[in-house]
């Protein structure tokens, strides 16, 4: 699936980069870089926020379940941040996301497609007889 999603990403990011003028990438290989970077981060991210929700359920005091939601709470635009530094860090000028909003529309829209086509290609169960 980790193929999958990374066609996923390039092609929301090349329609992305065709349809808004704040998203820029200068070249189809920047563009395919761009998702693969966008995979290791979101992988990350989903990795850190599941163990995160997971100690909110698990938390034996109200204590240890309001320090795990203010962790999730940094999590979430944290991340957002950390995409837009490592995407500046990774191609400087060359690759532009825009802003703080538009990195978290982007990254909903690569979620939701992912989670589409992940649907569309699952394979179905054997039928009852």
Same mark, same amino acid.
């Given at each position: 699936?980790?193929?999958?999603? !990374?066609? $996923?990403?390039?092609?929301? /990011?090349? *329609?992305?980069?065709?349809? #808004?003028?704040?998203?820029?990438?200068?070249?189809? +290989?920047?563009?395919?870089?761009?998702?693969?970077?966008?995979?290791?981060?979101?992988?990350?991210?989903?990795?850190?926020?599941?163990?995160?929700?997971?100690?909110?359920?698990?938390?034996?005091?109200?204590?240890?379940?309001? !320090?795990? $939601?203010?962790?999730?709470? /940094?999590? *979430?635009?944290?991340?957002? #941040?950390?995409?837009?530094?490592?995407?500046?860090? +990774?191609?400087?000028?060359?690759?532009?996301?825009?802003?703080?909003?538009?990195?978290?529309?982007?990254?909903?829209?690569?979620?939701?497609?992912?989670?589409?086509?992940?649907?569309?290609?699952?394979?179905?169960?054997?039928?009852?007889?």
């Amino acid at each position: 699936m980790d193929v999958v999603d !990374v066609f $996923v990403y390039v092609v929301v /990011l090349g *329609l992305t980069v065709q349809l #808004l003028p704040g998203v820029l990438s200068e070249s189809f +290989a920047l563009t395919l870089l761009t998702a693969l970077l966008l995979k290791v981060i979101l992988e990350l991210v989903l990795a850190a926020k599941s163990r995160v929700i997971a100690r909110i359920r698990s938390a034996g005091s109200t204590a240890a379940r309001v !320090v795990a $939601v203010a962790t999730l709470l /940094l999590i *979430l635009p944290g991340s957002k #941040l950390f995409v837009l530094w490592a995407v500046d860090v +990774a191609f400087g000028d060359a690759v532009r996301l825009g802003g703080f909003f538009s990195v978290t529309g982007l990254i909903v829209v690569l979620m939701l497609a992912r989670g589409g086509v992940r649907r569309i290609l699952a394979p179905e169960p054997p039928p009852d007889r």
